[in-house]
């Protein structure tokens, strides 16, 4: 494939790009190896981020305009793959993710809008075709939770034999940095999706339905997770998590694109941990203020903010026999900047350079289903996220 980069960041002059830039930049350099570019609507505002992270006076800027479908053909055809944080998605997004399947040009954001990828499935066929692998929710929602369950059935494999048919995915600590929390494009997002479900009340049914994702295949009933309770299996209190929504649809979408290797009747849900330690912070995420304002977009937790959060997830299989086997995710900065912006980059470079097209053919994949132990690996040296068993 011949194209002036291997990586374009679209959405560079928001904050989540932006954060992704200065990541690629960091591990990979301006001139090295990798030959990438920042993209993005606004020419002056992106040559001001290429100083601000500190990119030589030559980087190579990309500019593009979502409400200009010809420029985002232009740019998919300059890359082998994208990277786009120009959200709110289902505002944004769709006019990309079709450039990319048509030009065979890899796709990969941090949507996490379950509604609005239901509807982006309709390029499956010309992904295909094409060759582009297109990869939604590459942040916080979801990977930690599907290579989680990945890398639990992988153990299960090896230990106990076979994978297990139930998983329970439950958050034992989220720190978000002192008074950190979600940026303004998170908030924008959240508008767009109840703006989506006043204008049209029936996306409700996709929203609430785990396999919205799994086309044809419709798995067995699953555990309710909309209810606090006292869970025996962890010996904690656990209340509903608000990403479990959109978690549990990209697991049982891996599960289905990988040919059902947990098994059809496979069950599945997430859950925060009330009980956890002092401090931990699993309620609802909080927004990150700004004198006392909600985030704008462009706005964010500061460098501090986003170096003083983590995250610590527990992830449990039961096997038929009631064997019981455990591991754990965890990610060493806050979720959704830090975190979601260095697995996001990551996840880029593993599909460019780790992952022939003979290994993974264009469709619309998961993280689990593309990328699996090789997205492992570079998380655990690049991004911060570790992935282990636990007794
Ligand atoms: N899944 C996760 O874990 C996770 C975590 C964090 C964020 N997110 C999502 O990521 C997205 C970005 O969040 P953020 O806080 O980084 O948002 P942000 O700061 O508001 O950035 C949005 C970006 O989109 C660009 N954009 C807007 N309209 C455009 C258009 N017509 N053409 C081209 N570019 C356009 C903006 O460009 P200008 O600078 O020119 O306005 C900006 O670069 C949101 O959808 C958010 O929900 C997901």
């Keep these: 494939m011949d194209r002036d980069f291997e990586i374009i960041v679209y959405g560079a002059t928001g904050f989540t790009g932006r954060l992704v830039a200065e990541h690629l930049l960091k591990i990979y350099g301006a001139t090295g190896d990798l030959k990438w570019a920042i993209a993005g609507r606004n020419p002056a505002k992106l040559d001001e981020v290429r100083s601000e992270i500190g990119a030589p006076a030559n980087f190579p800027l990309v500019i593009a305009d979502s409400s200009d479908p010809a420029s985002l053909t232009a740019m998919a055809r300059r890359s082998k793959a994208i990277i786009t944080t120009a959200g709110p998605y289902q505002v944004h997004g769709s006019g990309l993710v079709a450039a990319c399947a048509a030009e065979g040009t890899d796709y990969l954001d941090i949507s996490g809008e379950s509604n609005w990828i239901h509807d982006m499935l309709v390029h499956e066929v010309l992904a295909r075709n094409s060759g582009a692998r297109i990869v939604f929710c590459c942040g916080f929602d979801s990977i930690p939770f599907d290579l989680g369950v990945y890398f639990l059935q992988s153990e299960a494999q090896a230990r106990l034999g076979s994978p297990v048919a139930r998983v329970r ?149 039961e096997a038929a026999d009631g064997r019981i086997i455990r591991a754990n995710v965890r990610g060493d900065m806050d979720p959704g900047a830090g975190s979601t912006s260095r697995m996001l980059g990551e996840s880029a470079v593993c599909l460019v350079r780790d992952i022939s097209r003979s290994e993974t053919p264009g469709g619309i994949w998961t993280s689990a289903s593309a990328m699996g132990d090789a997205l492992i690996r570079r998380l655990a040296a690049n991004a911060g996220v570790t992935f282990q068993l636990e007794p």
Aim: hydrophobic residues 35%; charged residues 20%.
């Design 169 to 317: 995915g439950r958050l034992r600590r989220l720190e978000r940095g002192i008074g950190g929390g979600q940026s303004g494009g998170s908030l924008a997002t959240g508008m767009a999706i109840m703006a989506a479900m006043r204008a049209s009340p029936q996306i409700l049914s996709v929203l609430a339905d785990p396999f919205a994702l799994t086309p044809g295949f419709k798995g067995p009933e699953q555990p309710d997770g909309s209810k606090a309770y006292e869970d025996a299996v962890t010996g904690s209190w656990v209340v509903p998590f608000m990403m479990a929504a959109i978690d549990t649809k990209v697991v049982h979408r891996s599960n289905f694109l990988l040919g059902h290797p947990w098994g059809k009747d496979f069950r599945y849900d997430e859950m925060s941990m009330a009980d956890g330690p002092n401090g931990s912070g699993v309620g609802a995420p909080g927004f990150y203020m700004v004198k006392g304002n909600p985030p704008k977009p462009g706005e964010g937790p500061s460098r501090a903010e986003r170096e003083g959060g983590c995250y610590d997830i527990l992830f449990i299989g």
